[in-house]
Protein backbone atom coordinates (compact mmCIF):
# COMPACT_ATOMS: atom_id res chain seq x y z
CA UNK A 1 0.00 0.00 0.00
CA UNK A 2 1.37 3.20 -1.05
CA UNK A 3 2.35 5.69 1.97
CA UNK A 4 1.14 8.74 -0.09
CA UNK A 5 -2.42 9.34 -0.32
CA UNK A 6 -5.28 8.82 2.12
CA UNK A 7 -7.31 10.77 4.02
CA UNK A 8 -5.33 10.52 7.52
CA UNK A 9 -9.09 10.56 9.02
CA UNK A 10 -8.16 9.01 12.26
CA UNK A 11 -5.04 10.53 13.02
CA UNK A 12 -6.36 14.09 12.64
CA UNK A 13 -9.69 13.27 14.07
CA UNK A 14 -7.52 12.03 17.50
CA UNK A 15 -5.71 15.08 17.68
CA UNK A 16 -8.40 17.76 17.63
CA UNK A 17 -10.25 15.84 19.72
CA UNK A 18 -6.98 15.98 21.82
CA UNK A 19 -6.74 20.12 21.37
CA UNK A 20 -10.89 20.46 21.92
CA UNK A 21 -10.96 18.30 25.48
CA UNK A 22 -7.36 18.59 27.09
CA UNK A 23 -7.72 20.76 30.02
CA UNK A 24 -4.13 21.62 29.98
CA UNK A 25 -3.76 23.21 26.60
CA UNK A 26 -4.93 26.57 28.20
CA UNK A 27 -3.15 27.28 31.08
CA UNK A 28 0.10 24.91 30.82
CA UNK A 29 1.38 24.99 27.11
CA UNK A 30 4.70 22.66 27.66
CA UNK A 31 2.29 20.12 29.41
CA UNK A 32 -0.13 20.65 26.25
CA UNK A 33 2.63 19.83 23.78
CA UNK A 34 4.42 16.78 25.48
CA UNK A 35 0.91 15.25 25.57
CA UNK A 36 -0.37 16.27 22.48
CA UNK A 37 3.58 14.56 21.14
CA UNK A 38 2.25 11.60 22.71
CA UNK A 39 -1.05 11.69 20.87
CA UNK A 40 0.60 12.10 17.71
CA UNK A 41 2.62 8.92 18.04
CA UNK A 42 -0.50 6.99 18.68
CA UNK A 43 -1.90 8.97 15.86
CA UNK A 44 0.56 7.46 13.58
CA UNK A 45 0.01 3.99 15.20
CA UNK A 46 -3.52 3.94 14.12
CA UNK A 47 -2.39 5.16 10.59
CA UNK A 48 -0.05 1.78 10.48
CA UNK A 49 -2.84 -0.33 11.90
CA UNK A 50 -4.90 1.27 9.19
CA UNK A 51 -2.29 0.06 6.23
CA UNK A 52 -2.01 -3.18 8.07
CA UNK A 53 -6.08 -3.23 7.30
CA UNK A 54 -5.52 -1.97 3.64
CA UNK A 55 -3.21 -4.75 2.34
CA UNK A 56 -5.45 -7.73 4.00
CA UNK A 57 -8.59 -5.93 3.14
CA UNK A 58 -7.30 -5.69 -0.51
CA UNK A 59 -6.25 -9.49 -0.73
CA UNK A 60 -9.73 -10.44 0.18
CA UNK A 61 -11.17 -8.71 -2.12
CA UNK A 62 -8.90 -8.91 -5.10
CA UNK A 63 -8.96 -5.32 -5.60
CA UNK A 64 -5.76 -3.99 -8.32
CA UNK A 65 -5.64 -0.70 -6.75
CA UNK A 66 -4.97 1.32 -3.62
CA UNK A 67 -4.72 5.14 -3.50
CA UNK A 68 -3.67 5.21 -7.24
CA UNK A 69 -1.37 2.62 -7.44
CA UNK A 70 -1.17 -1.37 -7.41
CA UNK A 71 -2.34 -2.59 -3.70
CA UNK A 72 0.71 -4.56 -2.31
CA UNK A 73 -0.31 -7.77 -3.13
CA UNK A 74 -0.08 -7.21 -6.69
CA UNK A 75 2.60 -4.89 -6.30
CA UNK A 76 4.75 -8.03 -4.66
CA UNK A 77 3.23 -10.64 -7.00
CA UNK A 78 4.87 -8.10 -9.88
CA UNK A 79 8.28 -8.33 -8.01
CA UNK A 80 8.36 -11.96 -7.47
CA UNK A 81 6.63 -13.20 -10.77
CA UNK A 82 3.79 -14.91 -8.88
CA UNK A 83 0.46 -14.06 -7.70
CA UNK A 84 0.06 -16.64 -5.01
CA UNK A 85 3.71 -15.74 -3.49
CA UNK A 86 2.54 -11.98 -3.86
CA UNK A 87 -0.45 -13.02 -1.74
CA UNK A 88 1.53 -14.54 0.87
CA UNK A 89 3.70 -11.69 1.12
CA UNK A 90 1.01 -9.50 1.40
CA UNK A 91 -0.38 -11.09 4.26
CA UNK A 92 2.76 -11.20 6.33
CA UNK A 93 3.31 -7.54 5.51
CA UNK A 94 -0.24 -6.47 6.75
CA UNK A 95 0.82 -8.64 10.05
CA UNK A 96 4.57 -7.20 10.59
CA UNK A 97 2.40 -3.87 9.82
CA UNK A 98 -0.21 -4.46 12.38
CA UNK A 99 2.47 -5.72 15.24
CA UNK A 100 4.71 -2.71 14.74
CA UNK A 101 1.66 -0.43 15.34
CA UNK A 102 1.48 -2.21 18.69
CA UNK A 103 4.73 -1.50 19.58
CA UNK A 104 4.02 2.60 18.71
CA UNK A 105 1.23 2.77 20.30
CA UNK A 106 2.66 1.02 23.42
CA UNK A 107 5.86 2.99 23.34
CA UNK A 108 3.26 6.24 23.08
CA UNK A 109 1.19 5.62 25.63
CA UNK A 110 3.88 5.26 28.30
CA UNK A 111 4.14 9.15 27.93
CA UNK A 112 -0.10 9.17 28.37
CA UNK A 113 -1.81 8.66 31.94
CA UNK A 114 -3.29 5.20 32.72
CA UNK A 115 -0.70 3.95 29.82
CA UNK A 116 -2.01 0.41 30.63
CA UNK A 117 -5.65 1.31 29.71
CA UNK A 118 -4.47 3.14 26.12
CA UNK A 119 -3.03 -0.24 25.45
CA UNK A 120 -6.12 -1.97 26.38
CA UNK A 121 -8.07 0.32 24.30
CA UNK A 122 -5.70 -0.60 21.07
CA UNK A 123 -5.52 -4.00 21.22
CA UNK A 124 -9.63 -3.80 21.87
CA UNK A 125 -9.42 -2.00 18.56
CA UNK A 126 -7.75 -4.65 16.50
CA UNK A 127 -9.84 -7.39 17.69
CA UNK A 128 -12.71 -5.39 16.62
CA UNK A 129 -11.79 -4.56 12.98
CA UNK A 130 -10.82 -8.37 12.96
CA UNK A 131 -14.59 -9.71 14.15
CA UNK A 132 -15.75 -6.52 11.35
CA UNK A 133 -13.89 -7.96 8.48
CA UNK A 134 -15.26 -11.67 9.29
CA UNK A 135 -18.77 -10.51 9.20
CA UNK A 136 -18.14 -8.43 5.97
CA UNK A 137 -19.39 -11.46 3.75
CA UNK A 138 -21.88 -10.60 0.82
CA UNK A 139 -24.90 -12.56 2.04
CA UNK A 140 -24.41 -11.15 6.06
CA UNK A 141 -23.33 -7.70 4.41
CA UNK A 142 -26.95 -7.72 2.85
CA UNK A 143 -28.66 -8.41 6.46
CA UNK A 144 -26.79 -6.70 8.86
CA UNK A 145 -24.36 -3.75 7.10
CA UNK A 146 -24.85 -1.62 9.94
CA UNK A 147 -23.29 -4.02 12.71
CA UNK A 148 -20.73 -4.55 10.19
CA UNK A 149 -20.22 -0.71 9.91
CA UNK A 150 -20.38 -0.36 13.57
CA UNK A 151 -17.07 -3.51 13.80
CA UNK A 152 -15.29 -2.84 10.96
CA UNK A 153 -15.19 0.59 10.23
CA UNK A 154 -16.30 2.73 13.21
CA UNK A 155 -14.38 0.79 15.61
CA UNK A 156 -11.31 2.29 14.47
CA UNK A 157 -12.28 4.98 12.23
CA UNK A 158 -13.87 7.32 15.01
CA UNK A 159 -14.85 5.61 18.29
CA UNK A 160 -10.97 4.64 18.61
CA UNK A 161 -9.30 7.67 18.32
CA UNK A 162 -11.91 9.80 20.03
CA UNK A 163 -11.61 7.33 22.71
CA UNK A 164 -7.52 8.02 23.11
CA UNK A 165 -7.71 11.39 22.81
CA UNK A 166 -10.20 11.30 26.07
CA UNK A 167 -8.11 9.17 27.75
CA UNK A 168 -4.79 10.87 26.87
CA UNK A 169 -6.35 14.60 28.27
CA UNK A 170 -7.10 12.87 31.70
CA UNK A 171 -10.73 11.64 31.15
CA UNK A 172 -12.36 8.69 33.38
CA UNK A 173 -11.76 5.64 31.19
CA UNK A 174 -15.66 4.73 31.70
CA UNK A 175 -16.83 8.49 30.60
CA UNK A 176 -14.19 8.18 27.50
CA UNK A 177 -15.24 5.29 26.04
CA UNK A 178 -19.28 5.84 27.13
CA UNK A 179 -18.59 9.21 25.48
CA UNK A 180 -16.24 8.35 22.51
CA UNK A 181 -19.07 5.78 21.51
CA UNK A 182 -21.65 8.26 21.53
CA UNK A 183 -20.27 10.47 19.16
CA UNK A 184 -18.09 7.88 17.09
CA UNK A 185 -20.64 5.20 16.54
CA UNK A 186 -22.97 7.32 14.23
CA UNK A 187 -19.57 9.21 13.02
CA UNK A 188 -18.22 6.15 12.10
CA UNK A 189 -21.10 4.69 9.82
CA UNK A 190 -21.67 8.11 8.30
CA UNK A 191 -18.46 7.75 6.88
CA UNK A 192 -18.81 4.17 5.68
CA UNK A 193 -22.05 4.87 4.31
CA UNK A 194 -20.61 7.99 2.61
CA UNK A 195 -17.41 5.50 1.55
CA UNK A 196 -20.00 2.81 -0.30
CA UNK A 197 -21.49 5.57 -2.07
CA UNK A 198 -18.44 6.57 -3.76
CA UNK A 199 -18.06 2.86 -4.30
CA UNK A 200 -20.94 3.05 -6.63
CA UNK A 201 -20.81 6.53 -8.16
CA UNK A 202 -17.33 7.38 -7.98
CA UNK A 203 -14.49 6.70 -10.51
CA UNK A 204 -10.86 5.10 -9.58
CA UNK A 205 -9.07 8.54 -10.62
CA UNK A 206 -11.18 9.80 -7.67
CA UNK A 207 -10.61 7.36 -5.21
CA UNK A 208 -7.62 5.63 -6.23
CA UNK A 209 -9.11 2.04 -6.05
CA UNK A 210 -11.52 0.10 -8.06
CA UNK A 211 -15.21 0.67 -8.37
CA UNK A 212 -17.54 -1.72 -7.43
CA UNK A 213 -14.88 -3.45 -5.50
CA UNK A 214 -16.81 -3.50 -2.25
Given at each position: ???????????????????????????????????RDAVLALACAIEVFQTAALVHDDIIDDSDL?????????????????????????????????????????????????????????????????????????????????????????????????????????????????????????????????????????????????????
Open positions: VSSEGGKRLRALLALHAFDATDPQGHDDDDAHARGRRGKPAAHKALGTTSHSSSLGRGLGIMLGDLLATASVDIAHAAAQRMPRPDMIVSTFLRMHREVEIGQVLDEPERLARESMNVFRWKTASYTTIAPLEFALLASGRDPRRAHADAMAIGLPLGQAFQLADDLLDVIGSSRSTGKPVGGD
